[in-house]
């Protein structure tokens, strides 16, 4: 039921072409990439921020448990 053939695929973008035309298409595409874009961003700055937090929260824990003399 997922696998897509070529004919599937060829009528959807007939259909595609037929909906939108041929000048709205790269306006389509080229928004479509911007929120791909934006999405991948802000994925990667959460993946950052969470390894901060994680290094923050292991060097907190090293300092906190060292015995004191």
Same mark, same amino acid.
């Not at 696998?3 to 298409?25: S, W």
């Not at 921020?49 to 923050?56: A, D, Q």
């Not at 929260?57 to 090293?62: I, L, S, Y």
């Given at each position: 039921m997922?696998?897509? *053939? +070529? &004919?599937?695929?060829? $009528?959807?973008?007939? %259909?595609?072409? %037929? $909906?939108?035309?041929?000048? #709205?298409?790269? @306006? +389509? !595409?080229?928004? $479509? *990439?911007?929120?791909i874009?934006? +999405?991948? /961003?802000?994925?990667?700055? %959460? #993946?950052? @921020?969470?390894? @901060?937090? !994680? #290094? @923050? #929260? /292991? &060097?907190? =824990?090293?300092? =906190?448990t060292?015995? &004191?003399?």
């Amino acid at each position: 039921m997922g696998n897509l *053939g +070529f &004919q599937e695929i060829l $009528l959807i973008a007939v %259909v595609v072409l %037929v $909906l939108f035309g041929g000048r #709205k298409i790269p @306006e +389509f !595409m080229r928004g $479509l *990439g911007k929120g791909i874009r934006e +999405f991948n /961003d802000a994925k990667s700055n %959460v #993946k950052k @921020e969470l390894e @901060e937090g !994680m #290094k @923050e #929260k /292991d &060097q907190t =824990t090293t300092t =906190t448990t060292t015995p &004191q003399p």
